[in-house]
């Protein structure tokens, strides 16, 4: 078996509009497939070559809390990966403006930049590193305060751009 990366994830949540519309202002999703009752929307990621890469299945608004991580197993977030450093900030701000922006951090191999949707599900956009840039970090887990202008200098420094 060769799997080759993650195709799409499937999410419960109190309203498929409602996440979608976020998706869509905050992330730049475009809409492949829509439910007219809104019971579920299906959406694909700006540069994505995908069908869809998320789809979003309503449950109604009174729906619990997801217990993941604290009283139940389940998904913890899932992540999207953006091209450049510049990319990471844009998602940052976005974040920031929406009231959404969860957290950053530095992984070392990647960086990372976290949201939350309307239902309050965690989900991160990141940058990884370039492989041959990996070293050490390759094999570690590293959680460091993100500097994503010192990432960018770095990062321009070693590809000659500075």
């Known amino acids: 078996m060769k799997i080759t990366g993650m195709n799409h994830a499937v999410l419960y949540v109190r309203s498929a509009d409602r996440t979608a519309r976020f998706y869509k202002h905050v992330l730049g999703f ?3 497939i829509k439910d007219e009752a809104g019971q579920f929307v299906f959406m694909r990621a ?9 789809a979003f299945f309503t449950i109604g608004e009174t729906a619990a809390d997801s217990a993941a991580g604290s009283r ?16 990471l900030q844009d998602a940052m701000d976005r ?10 951090s530095d992984h070392g191999a990647n960086k990372s930049v976290y949201g939350k949707d309307p ?22 887990a590293i959680i460091r305060p993100l ?16």
């Open 72 to 87: 139940s197993v389940g998904l913890y977030h899932i992540a999207w990966a953006v091209p450049t450093l510049s990319d």
């Open 30 to 32: 475009s809409t492949v």
């Open 95 to 104: 974040l920031s403006a929406a009231g959404a922006l969860a957290g950053s």
């Open 46 to 54: 700006p540069a994505s070559e995908n069908h869809h890469d998320i």
């Open 147 to 162: 500097d994503i202008a010192a990432e960018q200098l770095r990062f321009s420094v070693k590809s000659g751009q500075a």
């Open 119 to 140: 239902d309050g599900l965690e989900f991160e956009v990141m940058w990884l590193v370039p492989k041959q840039d990996w070293g050490e970090e390759e094999s570690q």
